[in-house]
């Protein structure tokens, strides 16, 4: 109860029994695997590949139950997990062929698949956040205990009476424990972390393929999977290489072997309480320090490994590997509490049982698809030990790198579930709902970031503009929305439903559709065959609405009629951008996001473009418009969103955007205060404010006047482009001409 908090401690005690028994049972196979090595006739090949194939189908497995055990009542999965470890445990001793040796060593270990994903995910349910480093070191102290208790007693019995009756005992407790877990109740998913969201959001689990990429979203996680491979490489060959090592180098029976192997548990055991008493400790120095130490004993681990490899004497070989098992029982407790931390609540079961696929992943191919499961047979059984030491110490550097995102993914998983919940409670009411939350959204193109923990949010129906300098992150924003680029932290919903891992064809199919910036046309293809593909979602389940909205588009924009059979890329600038809107117009947008409508066009063209945009919005269609026109976005929008260097700097109404003078002069003088000195000279100055290595002369007053413009103006078709422009240009001078798109300044030229 001092470890729970206050909290009931019958869930964390029978949990533990249960681990406890099925530990027994993988202690008890380790400790004895030269002799049934031997009763089997297997060589170290063969019996180390056995174990591999029946750890990796097993763990395989551990995917579609947790996934599973993110949908259903886990309770009746811990019972029925406990039902099958007791039965194919009693099997085990009592095979006598190879084959059925493999099938019940398998029907145990799907036994065994309860232990890891669904009791971590049911205690990080039962316990609270500041207790889970002393409850998972109580759960995995049942682990260690099982260590401690297997090899000496499975060695002690086999040597009484044969390795078989080791594993007729264990069947009456495991049945017993198994019995009283049918008596635990199942917690609400996330009721420790926020007992009134997690109510909320309990019978909305994400599906498999959202929830893969929303687990390798997070960034710690991440690190720590690609570390489990070679986490596996090294570990689960263990199980047969250390009693293999110990009989073949130091001659020792099976007694013996039971009694280091429990010896070394119990060092296993010490070092998974200290863990868990230290890891409270590293939490509050920082929230990536217990992974940082968690990385360090693997790496200890992996030396150590490697010095008892190399050990010229028993006494010597024995005392590193009671350092190594300390070491390695620190890890436990820190690594899965802070993996409790950053997993979302709703895929937190499946976020353990892909720990135990990248296991396998590892084992199988570092181990054994690079031809290292020989080298015990080639080379002996220390060659087949050292050669486990390097995956321990690669497995510990991105352990440690993952350290430094533990603290904002923490907060990204807890954002990730209040927007769940905000989502779900709008979809609830009869009021006015987001179509579109963008929540803490990071993205990346290989190393280098370009947006930064954006917060964004579209009503329904609303019009927004999108503004911000070159380089903002605007179309990065628009391309995470439409699944053209992968997020790297946070979470996107689209009408209340996770989107953050759907690829652009499931964000098109929701309504979702981007009219790319520049010409977001095929250039090869005719007017009348992109019109055609624009339909492809819906031209077999509803053709008479591909028929209808095609007719629709052309009369907004009659021009493409006459140009039907004409190539898109022999269309005006201004064509080309009516035909990619009827493109999306007919691609049945709910959120229709412009990309830059106005880019390099004529005042004219921009005006009927406008209207057609405003009439889309009319007729319900939610807008997003990136702009660098500020007067175009704000015609059409009726809020604003100023972005700057990947953040969000201001959102709100248009009127108010237009009183704040620093944002617009972002938005038209981009880079000015990076080049001047802010007194308007035009002196530059360096980033340390020192004086500038070249200045400008100013220029003199009297200078002569090359060019001089007296009341130009200039209008097309009826349009006044530009109206009376009057000014000088004097020799040697530079005369800016600045404005939004449609301002005239290219007419003037």
């Known amino acids: 109860e001092r470890d729970t908090g206050g909290a009931p401690i019958v869930g964390l005690v029978v949990l533990s029994a249960l681990y406890f028994f099925d530990e027994f049972d993988t202690a008890a196979f380790g400790v004895l695997a030269p002799d049934i090595e031997r009763s089997f006739h297997l060589t170290d090949e063969k019996f180390a590949s056995l174990i591999i194939l029946n750890a990796s189908l097993v763990l395989?497995?551990?995917?579609?139950?947790?996934?599973?055990?993110?949908r259903v009542k886990r309770t009746p999965l811990v019972v029925i997990s406990g039902v099958m470890a007791g039965v194919f445990s009693l099997g085990t001793g009592l095979v006598t062929t190879t084959a059925l040796l493999v099938f019940v060593r398998f029907g145990n270990g799907l036994g065994l698949l309860a232990n890891g994903p669904i009791h971590n995910s049911l205690l990080a349910d039962y316990y609270e956040p500041d207790r889970r480093a002393l409850v998972y070191a109580d759960h995995q102290s049942a682990l260690r205990l099982g260590a401690i208790a297997g090899p000496a007693v499975a060695g002690g019995v086999a040597a009484l009476f044969g390795w078989r009756a080791a594993f007729v005992i264990l069947i009456v407790p495991i049945l017993l424990t198994t019995f009283v877990a049918t008596r635990l109740k199942e917690p609400v998913r996330g009721a420790t972390d926020d007992p009134d969201n997690a109510v909320e959001v309990a019978s909305d689990p994400a599906k498999f393929r959202d929830s893969v990429r929303m687990l390798w979203n997070v960034r710690t996680l991440r690190r720590q999977y690609i570390g489990s491979m070679f986490l596996g490489a090294g570990l689960i060959p263990l199980a047969a290489y250390l009693p293999l090592y110990l009989e073949r180098v130091y001659h020792l029976g099976p007694g013996w072997r039971g009694v280091i192997g429990g010896v070394n548990a119990g060092f296993t055991f010490f070092g998974v309480l200290r863990g868990g008493k230290w890891t409270a400790g590293w939490f509050a120095k920082d929230m990536g320090e217990p992974l940082r130490r968690a990385a360090l004993a693997l790496a200890v681990t992996g030396i150590g490994l490697a010095a008892i490899a190399a050990a010229p004497f028993m006494a010597m070989a024995i005392a590193f590997g009671f350092g190594t098992s300390f070491a390695i029982g620190t890890y436990s407790?820190?690594?899965?509490?802070?993996?409790?931390?950053?997993?979302?609540?709703r895929a937190r079961t499946l976020s353990f049982g892909f720990f135990a696929l990248f296991l396998v992943v590892g084992v199988v191919v570092l181990f054994g698809g690079t031809g290292l499961i020989a080298v015990s047979?080639?080379?002996?059984?220390?060659?087949?030990v050292f050669v486990l030491s390097p995956f321990w110490l690669i497995g510990a550097a991105f352990l440690y790198s993952a350290a430094r995102f533990v603290e904002d993914d923490v907060k990204k998983a807890m954002r990730n579930l209040q927007s769940v919940v905000e989502l779900r409670r709008q979809r609830l009411d009869a009021g006015e709902r987001s179509?579109?939350?963008?929540?803490?959204?990071?993205?990346?193109?290989?190393?280098?970031?370009?947006?930064?923990?954006?917060?964004f949010e579209v009503k329904e129906g609303e019009a927004v503009a999108l503004l911000g300098t070159n380089g903002a992150g605007k179309s990065t924003l628009l391309k995470a929305i439409s699944g053209l680029v992968a997020t790297s932290g946070g979470a996107i919903f689209f009408d209340g439903h996770d989107i953050t891992s759907f690829d652009p064809q499931r964000a098109a199919k929701l309504g979702i559709v981007q009219m790319p910036g520049g010409r977001s046309i095929f250039p090869t293809l005719t007017v009348n065959e992109s019109l055609r593909l624009a339909g492809w979602m819906y031209k077999r389940r509803e053709p008479k609405y591909v028929t209808e909205v095609t007719e629709q588009v052309l009369s907004y924009f009659p021009v493409l009629r006459e140009r039907g059979t004409q190539l898109g890329g022999n269309l005006s600038g201004g064509e080309q951008q009516m035909l990619g809107l009827a493109m999306a117009f007919i691609a049945k947008p709910r959120l229709l996001m412009i990309d830059e409508l106005s880019l390099g066009l004529a005042p004219t063209i921009v005006t009927q473009l406008v209207e057609i945009v405003k009439r889309l919005h009319q007729e319900g269609t939610t807008l997003i418009l990136v702009e660098q026109s500020v007067n175009v976005a704000l015609t059409v929008a009726d809020r604003a969103v100023f972005m700057e260097k990947g953040e969000v700097r201001f959102s709100g109404p248009t009127s108010e955007l237009l009183e704040r003078g620093d944002i617009l002069r972002s938005v038209f003088l981009e880079g000015a205060h990076a080049h001047t000195n802010g007194s308007g000279n035009g002196k530059r100055a360096n980033a340390k404010g020192k004086a500038p290595a070249v200045a400008r002369a100013p220029i003199p007053?009297?200078?002569?006047?090359?060019?001089?413009?007296?009341?130009?103006?200039?209008?097309?078709?009826?349009?006044?482009a530009v109206d009376r422009v009057s000014f000088d240009l004097h020799e040697n001078e530079i005369l800016g001409l600045i404005g939004p798109n449609g301002a005239g300044k290219t007419t003037v030229f």
Request: hydrophobic share 50%; glycine share 10%.
């Open 333 to 345: 407790a820190p690594a899965l509490a802070t993996q409790s931390l950053v997993s979302p609540a």
């Open 701 to 720: 007053t009297d200078a002569p006047v090359v060019l001089k413009l007296t009341e130009v103006s200039k209008s097309f078709g009826g349009i006044r």
């Open 60 to 70: 395989m497995l551990a995917i579609p139950v947790s996934y599973l055990g993110d």
């Open 435 to 455: 179509m579109l939350l963008c929540a803490g959204v990071d993205v990346a193109y290989d190393s280098v970031q370009v947006l930064f923990g954006v917060d």
């Open 377 to 384: 047979d080639d080379h002996g059984i220390r060659w087949g």
